[in-house]
Nanobody
Framework: QVQLVESWGGLVQPGNSLRLSCTTS????????IGWFRQAPWQERQAVSC????????YYVDSVKGRFTISRDNAKNTVSLQMNRLTPDDTAVYYC??????????????????WGQGTQVTVSL
């Protein structure tokens, strides 16, 4: 059974950092690209970042470039999203998802076949 589990969301003040984790089970992790999405209240889900399985090439939406860093540890079946200089606009439920292909089209949800349940990130004073 394939499972993706996000963790380490929480409440943080603006300007601070969080590091999210996505841990997978039931798959040969190194064969899959992993993407991060987020959904803020009353908004559509948005692609945030992706790391490809083959060359570990990374992709970021413009609004997080320079602040977020995605990385993977194939030995631990985990992908991390380091989020720095957080702002209230980063408040959302964050989801990870897997896809077989590289992240070339990471922004399209249909590229992904399994999703986690999400973890809440709230950036507020």
């Amino acid at each position: 059974q394939v499972q993706l589990v996000e963790s380490w969301g929480g409440l943080v003040q603006p300007g601070n950092s969080l590091r999210l984790s996505c841990t997978t089970s039931g798959v040969t992790f190194r064969f899959y690209s992993i993407g991060w999405f987020r959904q803020a209240p009353w908004q559509e889900r948005q692609a945030v970042s992706c790391i490809s399985h083959s060359d570990e090439k990374t992709y970021y939406v413009d609004s997080v470039k320079g602040r977020f860093t995605i990385s993977r540890d194939n030995a631990k079946n985990t992908v991390s999203l380091q989020m720095n200089r957080l702002t209230p606009d980063d408040t959302a439920v964050y989801y990870c998802a897997r896809q077989v292909a590289p992240c070339t089209y990471y922004q399209f949800e249909y590229e992904y076949d399994y999703w986690g349940q999400g973890t809440q990130v709230t950036v507020s004073l």
